[in-house]
């Protein structure tokens, strides 16, 4: 089904996942507003998809974790007469190390990105998707939502909070035609992935039957944000692991993260 003359925002559109939602929702005839740092990128990615699906496609480019950038997006997207009816909440970043060896800037910036700009805006586009009665909200969590993740640990913290809002949220938003849904990935080919492990000579390599395609989850994220899904878990392995996880005390959930984590950081 085409959907013209409705516009996504997509927050971290430049590269990995996001970029795959930006195309995924061009091809269903969404307008776009692409927001990251990367404005070359940005501006390359808006002629591509412009030029191959006759969408109007706005780029915002943005460092989401500086002050005020929500509220700043909101005002440049308000100026520009664009309405939002899908606000994808991509844009996260990580970084695989203990938590008292990271600085405390590094620890910051990741909850001011994968938390607080989430949360600025969503609150900020929810209530114009209210008033049209249609909008849907697909949020970024990870795997990593649900069980602790030792060297991931503010990561994995940071996605137990999306989870949790989007699944809180989609509770409080019943009946208004306004739904969200928490996209969680396992590990993807993006990157964020590909950073995290180059140029460190770890013992913890990933097996490609676990990692997975970015074109994949944005093209499953996209059904299920449209069905109204509210959490959609990526890949066989991942959604194994996920129904295993839910059956085991809270110990031994721990326990697992423990030794993953400390295998992660085994060479670092
Ligand atoms: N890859 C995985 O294995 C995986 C697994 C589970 C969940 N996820 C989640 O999926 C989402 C996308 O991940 P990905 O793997 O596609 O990441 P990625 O490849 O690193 O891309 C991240 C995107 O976010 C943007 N970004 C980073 N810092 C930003 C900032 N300060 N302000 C604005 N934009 C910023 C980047 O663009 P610029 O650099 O141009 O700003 C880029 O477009 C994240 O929320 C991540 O946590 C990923």
């Known amino acids: 089904m085409l959907h013209t003359h409705r516009t996504a925002l997509i927050t971290g ?22 927001v990251a740092r990367s ?13 191959a699906h006759q969408v109007s496609v706005t780029v915002i480019p943005q460092d989401l974790t500086l002050d005020d950038a929500a ?10 007469g664009i309405k939002v009816d899908v606000l994808v909440n991509n844009a996260g970043i990580t970084f695989v190390e203990a938590f008292a060896d990271s600085s405390l ?19 900020l586009f929810l209530d114009p998707m209210i008033e049209r009665g249609w909008g849907k909200v697909i949020n970024l969590a990870s795997v990593a939502a649900f069980q602790p993740t030792p060297s991931l640990a503010l990561y994995g913290a940071s996605k137990a909070f999306v989870l949790s ?38 013992l913890f390599e990933i097996p490609s039957f676990l990692l997975l395609d970015p074109a994949g989850i944005a093209r ?16 066989l392995p991942y959604k194994l692991f996920e129904q295993w996880m839910k059956l085991q005390p809270r110990w031994l959930t ?15």
């Open 254 to 268: 721990r326990t697992v993260g423990g030794l993953i984590g400390r295998l992660a950081l085994s060479e670092y």
């Open 13 to 34: 559109a430049s590269a990995g996942i996001g970029r795959e939602f930006a195309k995924v929702f061009a091809e269903h005839g969404f307008d776009l507003a692409l």
């Open 105 to 123: 800037d590094q620890h910051l910036r990741l909850l001011q990105l994968n938390v607080v700009a989430l949360t600025a805006l969503t609150w």
């Open 220 to 235: 499953e994220g996209y059904r299920a944000a449209m069905r109204g899904k509210v959490i959609q878990v990526n890949g």
């Open 71 to 80: 509220t700043g997006g909101f005002d440049e997207v308000q100026r520009t």
């Open 165 to 202: 809002l989007s699944e809180a949220l989609t509770e409080e938003l019943r009946g208004t035609g306004v739904t969200v849904t928490a996209v969680c990935p396992g590990f993807t080919d993006t990157p964020m992935v590909r950073n995290a492990l180059a140029d460190r000579d770890s």
């Open 39 to 51: 404005e070359d990128k940005l501006q390359q990615l808006a002629q591509e998809l412009g030029a």
